[in-house]
C-alpha cells in the first residue's frame, strides 16, 4: 500500500528538488562566506536539532563546524536552499533572500 | 540450573497474549476494512489525505484491540505520513450499527518528498536518514454499518474519526485530526464450521 501509494504521489507530485550541481556558482564569485553568514544561518535555522548538543537530527548530520557543512553540503542544498523549503520542518521557512543567499554561498563552496 | 524469578515473570508476561488468544480464538471476531484517509494537523495550510486499514480482533462481543494504519501525504514541506498505532478497544451495537471507541497508542514516521527521493528503498522501511520518529496518543471512534450478511459474519462500511497528540512539536506539527471511509469484512469464529 505504502510503496504503491508513494510511487504514484513521486511520479505525480511536481517537479524534483533543484540540485547543487543545477546551481552554478556566480562567474565573480561570493561575496558570503562562513564568518559572515554561514555560521549565523546554521546557528539560527538549523542548529537547534542539528548541533551536536542538540536532540533530534541524526548523529551522522552534525552542523557544528564548517567541515561538517560541507561534508553535507548537496544535501542542505537539497533540503533548504533556494526554491528547496523542506527544511527546516513546518510552515515557518526561512525568507526566499536567506534561502538564496544559503544557495549562493553552498554552490561556490561554503568558503 | 538455578533460574531467577524474574525469568519466570518474564515468560508469565510473553505467555499470557498467547494464552489469551488461544482461549478466546474460538468465540473472537476479526474485522478489516480498508479505505481511504483525510487528515488535518496543527499546521496551517496542512490538510492531506491517503489511505487507510483497521484491524481489530474482537476477545469478547464489546472489547477488543485495534491496530491502524495509515499512509498519508501533508501538503507542509511535502510530506508522507506513515501511521501505526496500536489500541484497545470498546464495543456497543445500536441496532444494526456497531460503535466503537478506541484509545491506543502511535509511531509514525514523517518524511518529505525530498528525503524519499534521497534514499527510497530506506524510506520504504523506514530506516532513512530523512524519517522523523514520532510517538503520539490517539483516541477514536469507529462506526461500521452492515450491508450484507454472509455464513459468518458481514460486509460493512466504516467511518472513522480520531486525534492524535504528539508527544513534541521539533519533527512535525502537535496534533492531527483524522476522518476515513472504509468497506470491510467481520468474520466471527464463533460461526465457523469446525
Redesign the interface.
Known amino acids: ?3 504503491a ?2 510511487l504514484v ?2 511520479a505525480a ?2 517537479p ?2 533543484l540540485e547543487l550541481a543545477d546551481m552554478p556558482c556566480p562567474p565573480a564569485g561570493t561575496q558570503l562566506t562562513y564568518a559572515s553568514f554561514g555560521q549565523a544561518f546554521f546557528a539560527e535555522r538549523c542548529n ?2 542539528h548541533a551536536s548538543a542538540a536532540n ?1 537530527a ?1 548523529a ?2 552534525r552542523f557544528d563546524t564548517l567541515d561538517e557543512v560541507r561534508t553535507h553540503r548537496a ?1 542542505i542544498f ?2 533548504a536552499a533556494g526554491p ?4 527546516p ?3 515557518d521557512d526561512p525568507p526566499a533572500d536567506e534561502r538564496d543567499a544559503l544557495a549562493e554561498w553552498l554552490a561556490c563552496g561554503a568558503p | 540450573m538455578p533460574v531467577a524469578p524474574w525469568c519466570h515473570m518474564r515468560r508469565a508476561v510473553l505467555l499470557l497474549p498467547l494464552l489469551l488468544v488461544s482461549h478466546t480464538a474460538a468465540a473472537g471476531e476479526l474485522a478489516v476494512d480498508v479505505g481511504l484517509a483525510a487528515t488535518t494537523t496543527a499546521w496551517p495550510d496542512d490538510s492531506g489525505g491517503g489511505t487507510t486499514i483497521n484491524a481489530t480482533w474482537w476477545f469478547r462481543s464489546w472489547l477488543g484491540a485495534s491496530f491502524v494504519g495509515k499512509e498519508q501525504y501533508a501538503p507542509v514541506d511535502e510530506r508522507f505520513l506513515s501511521y501505526f498505532s496500536l489500541n484497545a478497544a470498546a464495543r456497543r451495537s445500536v441496532g444494526p450499527v456497531r460503535i466503537a471507541g478506541e484509545l491506543g497508542v502511535v509511531h509514525q514516521h514523517e518524511e518529505p518528498r525530498a528525503a524519499l527521493m534521497d534514499q527510497p528503498i530506506e524510506s520504504l522501511f523506514g530506516v532513512a536518514d530523512g524519517t522523523r520518529h514520532r510517538a503520539a496518543g490517539r483516541a477514536g471512534v469507529h462506526v461500521a454499518l452492515p450491508f450484507a450478511h454472509h455464513g459468518h459474519g458481514d460486509w460493512y462500511v466504516a467511518l472513522a474519526v480520531d486525534g492524535t497528540a504528539f508527544a513534541e512539536a521539533d519533527r512535525g506539527p502537535r496534533w492531527m485530526i483524522g476522518g476515513g471511509l472504509a468497506v470491510g469484512l467481520r468474520y466471527d469464529f464463533a460461526k465457523a464450521p469446525r
Open positions: 500500500m505504502r510503496a501509494l508513494v504521489l513521486v507530485c511536481g524534483a528538488p537547534a536539532c533530534g541524526p551522522a548530520y544535501r537539497v533540503r528547496n523549503d523542506s527544511m520542518p513546518g510552515p
